[in-house]
């Protein structure tokens, strides 16, 4: 079984930063692509930030130079480093992972972390 496990959501003031971590564990052989999305009230899911296994990295436009994703593939975690962030970002930050395991190649998802971004 494959498990993702977020931390370090939160209640943070505008202009305030936040660091979101996600460990991936379990019977895992590789991790391919990995990335973060959030699902605001009201709103549809949408992905935040992705990374691949070489390292790439995309981001949706309204992140881009507020946000950096980044991997440490020893520790099969995944970092969403969020900067200047804005009442609009509040939203349930999940994360995902690409995994191959011992039962084949699977997406997993974690459970979510609430992001809450006011004064």
């Known amino acids: 079984q494959v498990q993702l496990v977020e931390s370090g959501g939160g209640l943070v003031q505008p202009g305030g930063s936040l660091r979101l971590s996600c460990a991936v564990s379990g019977s895992i052989k590789s991790i391919n692509a990995m990335g973060w999305y959030r699902q605001a009230p009201g709103k549809e899911r949408e992905l935040v930030a992705g990374i691949s296994s070489g390292g790439r990295t995309n981001y949706a436009d309204s992140v881009k130079g507020r946000f950096t994703i980044s991997r440490d593939n020893a520790k099969n975690t995944v970092y969403l480093q969020m900067n200047s962030l804005k009442p609009e970002d509040t939203a349930v930050y999940c994360c995902?992972?690409?995994?191959?395991?011992?039962?084949?190649?699977?997406?997993?998802w974690g459970q979510g972390t609430l992001v809450t971004v006011s004064s």
């Open positions: 995902n992972a690409w995994v191959l395991s011992d039962i084949g190649y699977l997406e997993v």
